[in-house]
């Protein structure tokens, strides 16, 4: 089964700062990897994914992630972030077959210190 | 509309009655896919349509809860004599249904059910 783990529940940063959200998957197969973000009453917003090819892979807001296979993360980066970035950032797996469902990673909570 | 629309934005309902939750997806978008998102937890996945067709439902908790998409667009979750544990956001997202796999799943604000 597949399955994701997000580490950190709460991150605080400074505007300004550079961001590291991790995540580490477990997938019997090549994943199909995804960053989307929530905001308080909102649904979730794509930030990038990862099918296949490059391994390093840049979205939208200036956010980028690193498909890393030995070491089963997809890493979120950010060079410097910005008070809006304030939301909650989740990390999803799908499979290739089944229609890609996705599971979820509990979310990490960013907070961002002016 | 063109992103994912999910009615009604909230909804509170007494313990025993009967919800439903409706979801228009992207037009065009063949796939549907409901998910269950409880208070400081990522989405869970309930279940999944290739057009009219419930594909996996493997994710339903029990036989309280089910779904149709009738005409392969508009889809309805409804939840049989709610329960306090059922109290979640429901998340619907749709993706165009490519056969090679490589589909984006776009997501609605979700219904907020509250069960008294």
């Known amino acids: 089964a597949q399955s994701v783990t997000q580490p950190d529940i709460h991150i605080t940063v400074s505007e300004g700062a550079s961001l590291e959200l991790r995540c580490n998957y477990s997938?019997?197969?090549?994943?199909?990897l995804f960053w989307y973000v929530q905001s308080p009453g909102q649904g979730l917003q794509l930030l990038l994914k990862?099918?296949?090819?490059?391994?390093l892979v840049q979205g939208i807001k200036g956010f980028e992630a690193e498909f890393k296979r030995s070491q089963s993360s997809f890493n979120l980066r950010k060079p410097s972030v910005h008070w809006s970035d304030a939301a909650e950032y989740f990390c999803?797996?799908?499979?290739?077959?089944?229609?890609?469902?996705?599971?979820f990673g509990t979310g990490t909570q960013l907070k961002v210190e002016l | 509309g063109a992103g994912v629309s999910q009615t009604p934005s909230n909804k509170v309902t007494e313990k025993g009655k009967y919800v439903e939750l409706r979801c228009d997806p992207i037009?065009?978008?063949?796939?549907l896919y409901w998910y269950r998102q409880s208070l400081g937890q990522g989405p869970e996945f309930l279940i999944y349509?290739?057009?009219?067709?419930?594909?996996?439902d493997s994710g339903l908790p029990n036989d309280r809860f089910f779904a149709v998409r009738p005409e392969g667009s508009v889809s309805t979750l409804k939840i049989q004599r709610t329960e306090r544990g059922d109290s979640a956001v429901y998340l619907c997202?749709?993706?165009?249904?490519?056969?090679?796999?490589?589909?984006?799943?776009?997501f609605g604000a979700g219904t907020r059910l509250s069960v008294l």
């Open positions: 997202a749709s993706s165009l249904g490519r056969r090679g796999g490589e589909n984006i799943q776009y």
């Open positions: 997938y019997g197969a090549t994943p199909y």
């Open positions: 990862y099918f296949s090819g490059d391994t």
């Open positions: 999803a797996v799908g499979a290739a077959g089944g229609g890609n469902k996705l599971t």
């Open positions: 037009s065009g978008h063949t796939a």
């Open positions: 349509f290739q057009g009219t067709g419930a594909a996996d």
